[in-house]
């Protein structure tokens, strides 16, 4: 027989017992036996030439089967399990030859499950003097015991007092399968604050060894520092006045219960953080400190930062006060600012840029050169560094009107003259109109002032903007012609009388054009005269007719006639100039009876 036979758990196992008769298989009594834990043999199994029988009562009673062939007893037992582990034995006895045994060891082998690891949830101090927990491995539901070893980055850990322990706990579960935890402590130094620990574990297979390997693992240690480091966090590059300075303070260890502090050495004030945010402005500038302090040993670690904030003040313009320059003189005026930077200064009018430098000079001043101007002083280092200031120029002289349209034509009853004068100092202005002195309505301007007057315009006047102040005197004049609108209404009249189909016209009176007259008073009259003598003569010849006077009618008039249905009468002025008069029949009347 084998020495042993290998087996995974629930699997099927052989067991062949092998032998020599001269009797044959037919003559021979055959038995199986298993060891049990206490060393007695246990029968499972007897055959003899009559008959075979598998004994009750034993663990194997529905899980074996046992076959023959002339010198060989195969013993099969199914789902193997754990407790299956065991020693047995083969008997065979002949009639004549006697008996033999042999024995076989059956090995079962459970794969286990992948091993979980843990750290530890703490941080590990490098100041510990015993080792610290670092981590727990576990593999679960192996067959044999399973071995577990530990790595730091790739190197197995060995056991050794005082440095590094390792400790192994087995537990057998319920199926009888063995579970390992093993416990990781070591003495950390700074170095392990970046390495993997894992652990590996090796188990048993039939006829091999096969390993697998747990996820890695990081520790935090706490280390002292031996060097502190301060810096300015934000803004990058140059500080200027009105930024928000963060600075930041920290060692190169790792112990959360090292005290920081940074601390502003000239003015003493002092941040109890690692951090410190500062409304910068010029005093701010100087020698910060950083300082760390170990609690343990007290020990303290100091380094310094300068920072410097850089600034710029408030344009300062000369003159200060409004610039006064006489038409043809020259102006100088000067824009400065104090600053830790250098600065370049540009002059500005009504938005467009005019000059460079910190000298503005106006050369041959006239009433152009009047008005606000602005100096921006900029560091071109930094961006948004800047200040302005002001400088107003007032040139004297005598006054300018500017000349606008002086004719103006009106059909309204009221009219806006405006007068828009140059000068300083600021001019006086005094209107004449239609005989009488006003003032207007005054607005002073930048350079200047400008006067509105309303007039009530009923005929053609003049009006006269004077304007004056202690440099001379301007004067301009408006004439006004009022434009008349002459209409006359003509009147129109229809009388309709009805003899038979009965039917009614009326014609409605075209309005009169309107004809524009000559500015012309005597014009004017003539033209009204002679409308009127038209009107009268019309009312004559038409009063003539009804009695019958003109051509030779008299009394009454027939109005009848035997070709004509309807009889209408009517009168229609087309114009003020000429009138249409019709006959009793409408029939137009030559020119003669008009």
Same mark, same amino acid.
């Given at each position: 027989m084998e020495d042993k036979v290998e087996v995974s758990i629930k699997e099927t196992a052989q067991i062949t017992c092998m032998y020599t008769s001269d009797e044959g298989s037919g003559g021979m009594?055959?038995?199986?036996?298993?060891?049990?834990?206490?060393?007695?043999?246990?029968?499972?199994?007897?055959?003899?030439?009559?008959?075979?029988?598998?004994?009750?009562?034993?663990?194997?009673? +529905?899980?074996?089967?046992? =076959?023959?062939?002339?010198?060989?007893?195969?013993?099969?037992?199914?789902?193997?399990?754990?407790?299956? #582990?065991?020693?047995?034995?083969?008997?065979?006895?002949?009639?004549?030859?006697?008996?033999?045994?042999?024995?076989t060891k059956l090995r079962v082998f459970a794969t286990p499950e992948r091993p979980t690891i843990e750290a530890v949830e703490t941080g590990v101090s490098v100041d510990k003097f015993e080792p610290s927990k670092i981590g727990t491995c576990e593999v679960k539901n192996g067959y044999p015991r399973p071995n577990v070893t530990w790595y730091r980055d790739n190197m197995p850990l060995l056991s050794s007092p005082g440095d590094t322990i390792i400790e192994f706990r087995t537990t057998t579960e319920s199926n009888g399968l063995l579970s390992v935890v093993s416990e990781l402590s070591r003495k950390v130094v700074k170095e392990d604050k970046n390495a993997k620990f894992y652990c590996e574990v090796n188990y048993f297979v039939p006829g091999a060894t096969q390993m697998t390997e747990s996820a890695p693992i990081t520790i935090t240690i706490y280390y002292p520092s031996t060097e502190v480091?301060?810096?300015?966090?934000?803004?990058?590059?140059?500080?200027?006045?009105?930024?928000?300075?963060?600075?930041?303070?920290?060692?190169?260890?790792?112990?959360?219960?090292?005290?920081?502090?940074?601390?502003?050495?000239?003015?003493? #004030?002092?941040?109890?953080?690692?951090?410190?945010?500062?409304?910068?402005?010029?005093?701010?500038?100087?020698?910060?400190?950083?300082?760390?302090?170990?609690?343990?040993?007290?020990?303290?670690?100091?380094?310094?930062?300068?920072?410097?904030?850089?600034?710029? +003040?408030?344009?300062?313009?000369?003159?200060?006060?409004?610039?006064?320059?006489?038409?043809?003189?020259?102006?100088?005026?000067?824009?400065?600012?104090?600053?830790?930077?250098?600065?370049?200064?540009?002059?500005?009018?009504?938005? #467009?840029?005019? =000059?460079?430098?910190?000298?503005?000079?106006?050369?041959?001043?006239?009433?152009?050169?009047?008005?606000?101007?602005?100096c921006v002083v900029s560091v071109t280092e930094l961006e948004d560094m800047q200040t302005n200031g002001t400088l107003i120029v007032h040139v004297q002289g005598p006054p300018q009107i500017r000349k606008d349209r002086t004719v103006i034509?009106?059909?309204?009853?009221?009219?806006?003259?405006?007068?828009?004068?140059?000068?300083?100092?600021?001019?006086?202005?005094?209107?004449?109109?239609?005989?009488?002195?006003?003032?207007?309505?005054?607005?002073?301007?930048?350079?200047?002032? #400008? =006067?509105?007057?309303?007039?009530?315009v009923t005929s053609d006047m003049t009006a006269v903007c004077n304007a004056s102040n202690e440099y001379g005197s301007d004067t301009s004049t408006f004439n006004i012609k009022a434009i008349a609108h002459t209409t006359t209404q003509a009147t129109s009249t229809t009388t309709t009388t009805t003899i038979s189909n009965p039917s009614v016209k009326t014609e409605t009176a075209k309005p009169p054009k309107k004809v524009k007259k000559e500015s012309n008073g005597v014009i004017i009259a003539v033209v009204i005269i002679c409308l009127l003598l038209l009107a009268v003569l019309g009312s004559v010849l038409y009063f003539l007719y009804k009695k019958g006077k003109i051509c030779g009618r008299s009394g009454k008039q027939d109005l009848t006639k035997s070709n004509k249905d309807n009889i209408v009468v009517e009168m229609k002025s087309d114009n003020t100039e000429e009138a249409i008069l019709l006959g009793v029949n409408g029939e137009k009347q030559p020119q003669s009876h008009q």
């Open positions: 009594v055959i038995e199986w036996f298993y060891v049990t834990r206490s060393g007695d043999k246990q029968r499972i199994y007897h055959q003899d030439p009559v008959s075979n029988t598998v004994d009750k009562g034993t663990p194997y009673m +529905d899980r074996i089967n046992v =076959s023959t062939a002339t010198g060989v007893v195969v013993l099969t037992i199914s789902d193997v399990q754990v407790e299956d #582990e065991r020693e047995f034995t083969c008997r065979i006895k002949g009639l004549t030859d006697g008996s033999g045994e042999g024995r480091y301060i810096w300015v966090e934000s803004p990058k590059g140059k500080i200027k006045e009105g930024d928000v300075v963060e600075l930041r303070c920290t060692g190169n260890g790792n112990d959360p219960s090292a005290l920081l502090s940074i601390k502003h050495t000239r003015s003493g #004030e002092t941040w109890e953080t690692d951090t410190a945010q500062i409304n910068a402005t010029r005093i701010n500038s100087g020698e910060y400190e950083c300082q760390i302090v170990d609690t343990e040993s007290f020990e303290s670690l100091t380094n310094t930062t300068e920072v410097f904030v850089n600034y710029l +003040d408030p344009a300062v313009v000369v003159p200060e006060q409004p610039a006064m320059v006489l038409q043809g003189k020259d102006v100088m005026a000067t824009c400065n600012a104090v600053s830790s930077l250098q600065t370049e200064t540009t002059w500005f009018k009504d938005g #467009e840029e005019i =000059s460079k430098g910190h000298t503005l000079i106006l050369t041959n001043a006239t009433f152009d050169t009047s008005g606000t101007y602005t034509e009106t059909v309204n009853r009221e009219v806006d003259l405006k007068c828009h004068v140059r000068g300083y100092p600021v001019p006086t202005i005094i209107w004449t109109a239609g005989g009488k002195v006003s003032k207007g309505f005054q607005k002073v301007t930048e350079n200047g002032v #400008e =006067s509105v007057l309303k007039v009530q």
